[in-house]
């Protein structure tokens, strides 16, 4: 599904934009948001993602869980950052298919999830366009003074968690495909978590209170811890025998002849929208507390060690990883 | 050019958006920007616009303005509030025919304005799209607390300016598609004032200090001027005779054999970006001399009055307004 990007979204941000990037508030373009000066006490987080039909959504998919995901995939960022979401700008570009029930629809997911998460439309943009429905938002959140968690941060020593379950984004996609042979509940369950990903928002106060350095898994894990191990200049050990997978997930996994491939598959898949972070040993218990508090999974993967890159490892050895990450370009 | 957007934008804002906006910093979605309390004796404000192939700019304009035009006419929204840009967010969907050197162009065309207006890029995303390019921007300014200028706040007896000239947009859209007969020159003049409009940055401190209520011109005047009688609760008496034209647009008028309908057709097309605004008759003398001194025409082009709607007049009659501005749906 994903659109062939013959230049390539990597390359083009570190080669033509990172040269444009704003002295202070950018953090290198390398960091998902902007962080700015704030009201007293605060700092103001800004993160902007798109998705467009065909690449990031399915022409099917509902228009209201396409307006929700498009919040969620921005508030992941956010609540990676350890920022408090409230408010955001909207640019969409309709398509001629889109007449009032499409429009109403869209609305009403906006209107769900700014119940759900506690977030305003403050502005924006509305177009049309003879090509495939486009949607931009910009995401605002307040953290307190200096305390937006960055991918840098990390120490030697640090551990590595992460939140909820990893793959369900890649089978989703694989789910709204019908390209998956499971029981039709399962294959329910991973098409919702495909089209309603779970941002942690509920996590930001613990992330705040413990993390080093956060991510926020979107485009595979394995492929955005190591984008956090590069900002620290630091290696991860990362053991993919505890990943931890969904029930269907689980089901799927069951399945295959080859677990360490599939354990790789879905570890390097994208949409999870999951929180990866560091945080010292010595946080571990308060974490988990938190988590438990929280009824949500946390899952201690590995460790941040002098080095580089990232080392997966299933059974005890290193395995080779070929793709880190998927790409929508 | 403009595709037909079957729902129609000022509709979908009316009825869909408005009822999701931000209590405290959306201005109810009717002032073009957000405002956002920010550091010490300042407020942020933030407007997004986006841009699409072949609705807002042309298939073989140069990507170099196309940057421009994206950055100008969100830089627009900033001036005629009084705020001063400072950075930005950018979206691009890229389309297929985009290889590197377009992408060189189009960073190229973002260094320059980069330069020219004092912003640098904040963050944002880059994705691929199979339709046409499209790219959305989130401009970012500062304004003395509680000074940004909306869209209401004029009184009765205010004077109606506006900057710059008035309909090069409408003629410029006509000289990019061949559809102008003129001398070359007048031609090329046109084209380039539609390809980089230039918003008027230089005129911000004069807004903050003597404008009442204040729009950007990007939908047509008369429209634009409307929306800013509407939210003050006035009409507005305008005046089409001192209508400021180039001298391109008034080489174009000179040839017209229906002057009344000509200077309809340029108040009422797009993508001017001057400023419209209210100023009470006493800060005339020193709007003139602010103009003067930046070498920026400024036109008193009628008064705010008790009612409501506009009436343009010509000849001292009023005139008939069949379609007040101009859409890109």
Redesign the interface.
Known sequence: M??????G?FE??ER??K?????E???G?TD???V?????GFD?V???????E???FLPDDPLGTVAQKLLRVNLSDLAAKGAEP??Y??????S?R???PE??A??DG??AD?KTFGV?????????????L?F?A?L?GWAPKGRAVGRAGARSGDLLFVTGTIGDGKLGLQAVQNRLSLESERVAALAERYRLPSPRVEFIEAIRAHATASVDVSDGLIADVGRVALACGLAVDLDLEPLPLSAAADAWFQGRVDPEGALIDLATGGDDYEIAFAAPPAAEAALRREAERLHLRLTKLGRFVTGDGVTARWGGRPVAIAKPGFT??
Chains 1, 2 share one sequence.
Do not use: K, N
């Open positions: 994903p659109a062939i990007d013959v230049a979204e083009t941000i033509l934009l040269p444009l990037a704003h002295p508030y950018a953090r373009l998902d948001v902007a700015l000066p704030s009201r007293s103001l800004l993160t902007q993602d798109a998705i467009v065909g690449v990031h409230f408010g700008l909207l640019t969409c570009a309709w001629p889109c007449g009032w429009r109403m869209f609305a906006l209107r700014q305003a439309l403050m502005g924006g943009d509305t177009v049309s366009t003879p090509g495939p486009t931009s910009t605002l929508h370009g």
